[in-house]
């Protein structure tokens, strides 16, 4: 009985070849994992400035809202000579606020 040599020489070597091919494809998975467990690691951080900024808004969103008719109806009084000034009353709001303000 004879043995064919050619043929067994050309079965290892497709084995070879699928081999180097299953370790080139296990090394890229390799590869794309790690790269997937390194942006997995990424993170993102807020500067101080960020978040005072932040603050300012909500503040400003906050703050009540100017009535642009009212200061013109002022304005208007106070030309005309119509408003008249409550000496105890300013100087009781201006007690009020120098007292916030300790």
Partial sequence: MAININNLNNQSQVQQKQQ????????????????TKAASQDSVSITPQAKQLHELQKKAADAP?????????????????????N????????????????
């Avoid at 370790?23 to 794309?32: E, F, G, L, P, R």
């Avoid at 008719?69 to 304005?75: G, P, S, T, Y």
């Fill in 20 to 35: 180097t091919q299953v370790k080139q494809q296990s090394s890229q998975t390799a590869v794309n994992t790690n790269q």
């Fill in 65 to 85: 809202v100017v009535n642009q008719k009212k200061i013109d109806e002022l304005k208007k009084a106070i030309s005309a000579g119509d408003y008249k000034v």
């Fill in 87 to 102: 000496p105890e009353k300013l100087a009781a709001s201006i007690a009020n606020f120098e007292f916030k303000l300790v």
